[in-house]
Nanobody, 124 residues
Framework: QMQLVDSGGGSVQAGGSLRLSCTASGPTIPTYVMGWFRQAPGKAREVVAAASWAGGSTYYSDTVKGRFTISRDNAKNTVYLQMNGLKPEDTAIYYC?????????????????WGQGTQVTVSS
């Protein structure tokens, strides 16, 4: 069974960058759809980026498109979320997730495994 460990969160000023990591143990990442979600206080969890390397497709929410990039390192069985141009509204707990589907999933229900989350705080 897959286990995911999120890391890389922290506190930055607006305009700064962070790179989140999600390291998987168990099955290898290329066989899964991987997604990054976030949940801000008082708000529902939302998808920000997802990728199906088997299917060759990616998805970014409109709020992060052009600023965030999802990528992977197969040798390290790790998925990354590079976040540039951070804004205070990006403040949230970020979670990586893995899906056994082959096409990109945009909702929580489409994912089978979750990381524990990592806090990102952006100050103005």
């Amino acid at each position: 069974q897959m286990q995911l460990v999120d890391s890389g969160g922290g506190s930055v000023q607006a305009g700064g960058s962070l790179r989140l990591s999600c390291t998987a143990s168990g099955p290898t990442i290329p066989t899964y759809v991987m997604g990054w979600f976030r949940q801000a206080p008082g708000k529902a969890r939302e998808v920000v980026a997802a990728a199906s390397w088997a299917g060759g497709s990616t998805y970014y929410s409109d709020t992060v498109k052009g600023r965030f990039t999802i990528s992977r390192d197969n040798a390290k069985n790790t998925v990354y979320l590079q976040m540039n141009g951070l804004k205070p509204e990006d403040t949230a707990i970020y979670y990586c997730a893995a899906s056994t589907n082959y096409i990109v999933q945009r909702t929580e229900a489409g994912y089978d495994y979750w990381g524990q989350g990592t806090q990102v705080t952006v100050s103005s």
